[in-house]
């Protein structure tokens, strides 16, 4: 599989460009405080909001915006942030026929202080996420079996993601791999990451290699097909068959909340219809314009704005 990376990724499968996200769907619950309090004291907050996240949602929601026919694939509670991260991701086209609600789990949530001076706090109660098993791979496999391109990041259990790599079959989806939060992967069958996308913090701790060429290289070497680095502002760099840079999109930066989700949806999308480097230059305008806006799913972009940036490079 690895090889046709590089190409037009290789076989032709029934439903082009349908991409399938396992992952996790979070509400994130921010509360805005002018500063943060000390244990036991009480502050007033300015404002308490609630937005969809978790990266498993946002890249779905990614991916659909630029053009994706997508399947989420996850769990929530039966409780209203569920009800509200699944609206919101059909709001944005994402089929979750195939979401379960976890019978003894509340939606995953992220609770977020942030301070007047944008300092902020943040804890995860993973939930219903954390109910993403070997069970529910088995009755979700085969249709998953039948996307073009399956996108995976590491908010739901690590067993699982292992699990499910090891059950794809031979004419399996192209794997992208987003390692984020960072953990141990190495139990991984990593021969079956078609392509990994760490950013450079990532990379370093997925290695204990701090050197960026250096720590894809060993990945490789392990396993991995094709690493592609985000590296922000300086946009991406591509370890595999071949090594190369893929310079950024000059934007003028609001927030970069979201850049790597944006980022990984986008390339799930253009993996699917162009070669790697092309994939990744989209990829990397995607990314560019979801720091142009604040916020997580708000700030993804859509397909005629990614399209728009690009035209507007090749005329510069
Ligand atoms: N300041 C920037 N200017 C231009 N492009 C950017 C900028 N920041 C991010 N991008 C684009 O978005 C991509 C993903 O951003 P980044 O490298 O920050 O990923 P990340 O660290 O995984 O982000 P996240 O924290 O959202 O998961 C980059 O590879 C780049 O193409
Ligand atoms: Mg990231």
Redesign the pocket.
């Known amino acids: 599989m690895g090889d046709d990376v590089g190409g037009t990724c290789g076989r032709e499968r029934k439903g082009r460009g349908m991409i399938a996200v396992v992952g996790s769907a979070n509400m994130d619950v921010v509360t805005e405080v002018v500063r943060m309090p000390h244990p036991g004291e009480t502050v007033a907050g300015r404002a308490l909001r609630h937005y969809p996240g978790g ?1 498993g949602a946002n890249q779905a929601v990614a991916a659909a915006r630029v053009g994706g026919s997508v399947s989420f694939y996850g769990k929530v509670g039966r409780d209203a942030y569920g009800e509200r991260l699944l609206d919101a991701m059909r709001a944005d086209g994402v089929d979750v026929a195939g979401v379960e609600i976890a019978p003894d789990a509340a939606t995953g949530t992220a609770s977020i202080w942030v301070e007047d001076t944008g300092e902020n706090a943040i804890a995860c109660v993973p939930g219903a996420n954390g109910a993403v098993d070997r069970a529910y791979v088995d009755r979700v496999l085969a249709r998953i079996a039948g996307a073009r391109v399956l996108l995976l990041q590491l908010e739901i259990p690590l067993e699982t993601i292992g699990y499910l790599l090891d059950r794809l079959p031979r004419e399996r989806p192209l794997v992208v791999l ?1 390692p ?1 939060p960072a953990r141990d992967i190495s139990r991984l069958r990593l021969s079956r990451i078609d392509v990994l ?6 990379l370093h701790s997925l290695t204990g290699i701090s050197d960026t060429a250096r720590a894809a290289r060993s990945l490789l070497a392990d396993g991995v097909r094709t690493v ?9 760099f591509c370890f595999g068959v071949a090594t190369y840079h ?1 310079p ?4 003028q ?1 609001v927030d ?9 949806g986008a390339l799930a999308v253009a993996l699917a219809d162009r070669p790697l480097e092309q994939a ?1 230059r989209f ?6 314009l ?2 142009t806006k604040p916020g ?1 799913q708000p700030s993804l972009p859509w397909r005629a704005e990614v399209e728009g940036l690009l035209a507007l490079e090749k005329r510069a």
């Open positions: 990266k987003d984020a996308t760490p950013n450079e913090t990532e592609v680095c985000k590296a922000g502002e300086r946009g991406a893929v950024p999109f000059h934007v930066v970069t909340t979201a850049a790597g989700d944006a980022f990984n990744i990829a990397n305008a995607a990314g560019a979801a720091t997580a």
